[in-house]
């Protein structure tokens, strides 16, 4: 029988490898959760942007609401909503204005435009753009017009909606009193000035504007009013005049479309285009730039003033986008007062329409037979189409009309601009500001970006590495490459404020020291390395390998001191005393103080220690026995350098390069405080760029949750996470093919 001694010491030893075996299963248990949990909050994150970014895919919803019967009403010729759509105002052909609640039809206000005109009748009545009034013709040669807003008011937790009551302004175009043609007018609301044009039985535009002038000292208001005539050649078929009663459009029935500047109610000269089959319909979309037309034939289409010189006169109508054509003549256009959204009615459909994109969002049967009128919802939420005696109501959602593959990364001609360009400009200083959300500019700043710091970044961080591992004596790199290493702890914002506020101003002052040292630097290297050689080799046995480097950093410091001494010389000799004059002059780029240089040094500054500690460690992982063979067969130190350590440390090379790629494109603070921030289409190095993670760094903060700038904004970071996740797989790819490459080495 075995003593109990013995006995513990054979179950402590069984014992042992069982905690052992039971940690190491811990462990890995736990090394792979952590793992697991890695990849779990990168799908997490992933996850979470595609749901952000979905809805910009999404089509736009229109559906009927709901149908109502207005009590009396003959054809209802105009139509207004108020914003939250519990009333509309309808003006029908016998001159009769109403508000109807449209929870049960009531008629809560009721008026006549024609009151005290016996034998009067309407030829015509539509709603100007961006105002909230009704425009009417009459036989007797008049133009009417009837502001109808709507105030809202709360009684307890009712909200209660009152029409404008104030009595219709009337302008006689024609002193005879004949019927009109075809007319156009406008009301400012604040002031009351008011325009109206119209064709005369003759044939000829009348123009009458009434205006309202309010003496500074007294107070007193006075009304002014002239009255102006001229040629309107062809048969006119539709007006409208712009909000700010500047400008005058019209198109014929031989379908031209004719342009009159107003000044002070004053129809200057004529510009005329050719826009095909007969005008039918007319509308200016919000801010009164862009020109809806709409045919005969049912197209569609808008133009919009194009200057071909710098002086406004030149402006051209210039047909900017098309439509699907409807299957009949476009009878209404409607614009949304949100957005470059218009809403088109021709041959009993409809057709919902964004200018900027181009793009066609919905079209789809009248909801009444023979609708004689349209509006458009004040928030864009939906539309009203008026018949004989009735109103029917639609529900829209568009929540993100401007998006569209186009907009986002194609060229689109924007309001006021020569051309179709790629623009990022998310907001402006009016409401009627036109969103540019080109992704393009951003990408190109990105690798702009990119770029020029690792024009810097790789050559000095490979090579310094492979110095470092293969030449340097190990005294002097157990100290110079924890130096390098610790410079990737740097802030970046620390590193941003410094190239932004202090480097910039320099590097304006310094460039032409700086193109200097791209050609002197190299030349004193090589002749430095070169006379370093010359000397005996008894002289240079005398010092450890890797101390000529000290050598070299006396030579650097040399080289751009004398750079630094001759710049204004040299500055004056090559560039004829300034260097961003003649950059200007020579190659018609200009000059940043805040541009991709500034960003190249900085951002490459921040860069090289990723690539130097990557890259140093897979030279110095190169098997020892590898160099020693090829020594010992004669090759000398840079040939065993260049032609087996290299290649055979290259996986590892590219991996740095691809780590410091990464980093370059997710930078933000540097791009931010040192690039001036401007989303321009240039690889011009001495301008400035914005780069996409920069861009979701600075609108974010402003952006609606939900809006179109919002989802853009994760599109952009959505972009960002593609270009990583695919240049890190094809590194991958690379890295395993040249390992495999090399590994018989």
């Known amino acids: 029988m075995e003593k109990p001694d013995k006995l513990r010491a054979r179950n402590s030893s069984w014992e042992t490898p069982r905690k052992r075996l039971l940690l190491d299963k811990a462990a890995r248990w736990t090394v792979s959760a952590g793992g697991i949990a890695i990849i779990a909050s990168i799908l997490g994150i992933l996850l979470y942007i595609l749901i952000e970014v979905l809805p910009l895919t999404y089509a736009a919803e229109v559906k009927p609401a709901r149908r109502v019967a207005v009590q009396g009403a003959g054809r209802i010729d105009a139509l207004l909503a108020d914003e939250h759509r519990t009333h509309v105002a309808t003006l029908d052909e016998r001159g009769r204005v109403r508000v109807v609640r449209l929870d049960d039809g009531r008629v809560v206000y009721s008026s006549d435009i024609l009151e005290g005109a016996a034998g009067v009748k309407l030829l ?12 009417a013709a009459t036989d007797d040669g008049r133009v009417l017009l009837k502001r109808m807003a709507f105030e809202v008011t709360f009684e307890g937790d009712r909200r209660v909606v009152t029409p404008d009551t104030q009595p219709p302004a009337s302008l006689r175009l024609d002193p005879e009193g004949r019927p009109l043609g075809a007319f156009a007018a406008q009301l400012d609301s604040e002031d009351g000035t008011a325009t109206a044009a119209a064709v005369l039985a003759g044939g000829r535009l009348a123009v009458v504007r009434r205006g309202v002038e309010e003496n500074a000292i007294t107070g007193e208001a006075a009304e002014t009013l002239s009255r102006a005539e001229a040629e309107a050649p062809g048969r006119i078929t539709a007006m409208v005049i712009d909000p700010d009663q500047r400008n005058l459009f019209a198109g014929t029935a031989s379908g031209d479309l004719l342009w009159w500047a107003l000044a002070d109610g004053q129809p200057g000269e004529l510009r005329t285009v050719s826009a095909g089959a007969p005008v039918t319909a007319l509308n200016l979309l919000l801010g009164g730039r862009s020109l809806a037309v709409g045919q005969e034939s049912g197209a569609l289409s808008v133009w919009f003033p194009v200057r071909e010189a710098d002086d406004d006169a030149s402006a051209k109508l210039t047909r900017i986008h098309d439509f699907p054509a409807l299957p009949g003549a476009i009878g209404r256009i409607v614009p949304s007062l949100r957005d470059k959204g218009f809403l088109a009615l021709g041959g009993g459909r409809m057709g919902l329409y964004f200018s900027t994109s181009e793009r066609t969002l919905w079209t789809g049967p009248s909801p009444l037979a023979n609708p004689a009128s349209l509006a458009y919802a004040p928030k864009s939420d939906g539309a009203f189409v008026g018949g004989a005696g009735q109103v029917a109501a639609i529900d829209i959602r568009n929540p993100h009309p401007e998006v569209t593959w186009k907009s986002l990364f194609g060229k689109v001609w924007y309001e006021g601009y020569e051309k179709p360009e790629h623009v990022w400009q998310s907001s402006g200083g009016t409401d009627d500001f036109e969103p540019k959300l080109s992704l393009t500019p951003l990408l190109v700043g990105t690798l702009k970006g990119t770029f020029y710091s690792l024009l810097l970044a790789i050559p000095l961080g490979v090579l310094g590495a492979m110095y470092t591992s293969q030449f340097m004596h190990p005294t002097y790199k157990r100290y110079l490459k924890p130096m390098i290493e610790i410079m990737a702890s740097l802030p970046s914002v620390v590193l941003g404020f410094l190239a932004g506020l202090w480097l910039a101003p320099r590097i304006e002052k310094a460039m032409p ?80 103080q805040r541009n991709a240089v500034v960003v190249g040094l900085a951002m490459g500054f921040a860069v090289i220690p990723i690539i130097f500690a990557i890259a140093e460690d897979a030279f110095s992982n ?114 395993q093919r040249l390992r495999e490459r090399y590994s018989q080495l």
């Not at 539509?126 to 009034?133: G, H, I, L, N, T």
């Not at 001494?565 to 940043?592: C, H, I, K």
């Open 622 to 735: 190169v098997p020892r026995n590898l160099v020693a063979g090829s020594l010992a067969l004669g090759a000398d130190r840079w040939q065993t350098v260049t032609r087996v350590v290299l290649p055979t440390a290259s996986p590892g090379i590219f991996s740095a390069i691809m780590i410091g790629f990464g980093r370059a494109v997710g930078e933000t603070m540097i791009v931010l405080m040192a690039t001036g921030n401007t989303p321009i289409m240039s690889w011009n190095p001495f301008n400035g760029f914005r780069t996409l993670s920069a861009n979701i760094a600075v609108e974010i903060p402003e952006a609606p949750v939900g809006g179109t700038l919002f989802r853009t904004l994760f599109l952009a970071a959505l972009l960002l996470f593609v270009i990583t996740f695919v240049i890190n797989t094809v590194a991958e790819l690379v890295r």
């Open 513 to 592: 020291a700086l193109l200097l040292m791209l050609l002197v630097l190299p030349l004193l290297v090589l002749l430095a390395g070169y006379l370093w050689n010359l000397l005996p080799r008894t002289f240079r046995g005398r010092f450890h390998v890797g101390t000529e480097a000290i050598l070299f950093v006396f030579v650097l410091a040399a080289g751009i001191w004398l750079c630094f001494q001759v710049s204004q010389p040299f500055e004056r000799l090559a560039f004829g005393g300034n260097f961003q004059s003649w950059l200007l002059a020579t190659t018609g780029l200009g000059y940043d």
């Open 124 to 135: 015509g009545a539509k709603v100007p753009p961006e105002s909230r009034a009704f425009a």
